[in-house]
């Protein structure tokens, strides 16, 4: 049997990266799959076709999770599509960096909403369900960069430290209703982000690398499989790093 045999769940983010890492791995595990995307609709279409291969359901919607109400639409409109939610994988995110001296109000306050606020609004909008369900499994992708700061990334750190904080707050507050929380923090992880940045700001990043490699999506995915299923069934309020040791 596979690990993630009859759930659901829904990842944001989940068209390129690692949300699509996280996205293929739980469908070949069993798992129905809800995402969002913001902008393509084509690369949403490209990924639902992918997941049905591996005999699955899979659907993408078009949601901005860092709007309150938007965030209950969507969780409204997946129950109702799908008949149930076992699973919330936070892992929308942006990056405006600038140094604080530049940074403007308006690079801020996208940041926070799309990375913290919208955690809060997911998390919120599938309480009632989970509740009901007396079951369920949020897993909210936090950074390394939330852990230890990194200059020129205020925004973004403080945005991913705050994920940390609302991940133990929730853990303890639902842990009595068999409703897990935890966070994963990824290191220098290869995506179509980091494949911007060049070749030799990439090798400075792997020499500093224990493992001496970029991670893959695969392997945060891994992480991911672990909590959402029974493997990680008396694991709640943990922040794990996925950095390759880059973190100790």
């Known amino acids: 049997m596979k690990l993630l045999e009859n759930k ?7 068209t390129r990266g690692i949300g699509k890492g996280i996205a293929m791995k739980f469908a070949q595990q069993g798992s129905s799959v809800a995402f969002t995307y913001v902008s393509s609709e084509s690369k ?9 291969k591996f005999g699955v359901e899979a659907k993408g919607y078009k949601s901005n999770a860092g709007n309150f109400q938007e965030a209950q639409e969507l969780v409204d409109a997946i129950i109702n599509d799908f008949g149930q939610l076992d699973v919330l994988i ?3 995110g942006i990056t405006k960096d600038g140094l604080l001296m530049r940074m403007s109000e308006d690079n801020w306050d996208d940041v926070i909403d799309i990375n913290l606020k919208s ?3 997911l998390t919120k909008a599938s309480l009632r369900n989970f509740l009901k369900q007396k079951n369920g499994s949020i897993i909210n992708m936090s950074s390394i960069v939330g852990v230890q700061g990194n200059a020129g990334q205020s925004n973004y750190a403080a ?5 940390i904080g609302f991940t133990k707050s929730v853990a303890q507050e639902l842990g009595s209703r068999n409703i897990r929380c935890n966070a994963i923090a990824p290191g220098f992880i290869e995506t179509e982000m980091t494949g911007a940045l ?3 700001v990439v090798n400075t990043w792997i020499q500093n690398i224990p493992l001496k490699r970029a991670g893959k999506p695969e392997d945060v995915a891994n992480c991911c499989l672990f909590l959402a299923s029974d493997m990680g069934a008396y694991v709640s309020g943990q922040v794990i790093s996925v950095c390759g040791g880059m973190l100790t």
């Open 198 to 200: 060049g070749e030799d």
């Open 90 to 92: 936070n892992n929308a």
């Open 44 to 52: 949403a279409v490209e990924l639902e076709e992918e997941l049905k």
């Open 159 to 163: 945005s991913k430290s705050g994920i």
């Open 8 to 14: 659901v769940t829904l990842i944001t983010g989940a």
């Open 119 to 121: 955690v809060f609004n």
